[in-house]
């Protein structure tokens, strides 16, 4: 059975109930940050976060980290049930296409996205 079966698609949480997962590889520079506010500002909140049970965020620490930065108190999130990051989704391209924007942590280094894996979105 799908872990999303007679759940709701989609649920309002306050930002307060959400935690960033620390060791995520993915960071997001102010201006980064910013150009998510911005695209929420003009579009409206257009992908919902991707969050564990617990609060966890999976997926969405950038929409996540905008939301605050625009006073935004309840956003839009998908309870991805059962899911945990020692049981992570099957995808590894959970997030947007906003991610393209972001820099991966690796070896201690930080690498931005190659023009390769960010066409993947188009």
Do not use: F
């Amino acid at each position: 059975m799908h872990v999303l079966v007679g759940k709701p698609a989609v649920e309002i949480w306050p930002v307060d109930r959400l935690r960033p997962y620390e060791p995520n590889s993915r960071r997001h520079s102010p201006e980064q940050i910013e150009q998510i506010a911005a695209s929420i500002r003009e579009w409206g909140w257009t992908m919902p976060i991707l969050a564990a049970e617990d609060g966890m965020v999976l997926a969405g620490h950038g929409r996540l980290a905008a939301g605050k930065l625009l006073g935004i108190d309840e956003v839009p999130v998908i309870v991805a049930r059962g899911k945990t990051r020692s049981a992570p989704m099957s995808s590894p391209t959970i997030g947007s296409p906003m991610r393209a924007i972001g820099t991966t942590r690796c070896c201690g280094s930080n690498r931005t996205i190659c023009s390769r894996a960010a066409s993947s979105y188009r």
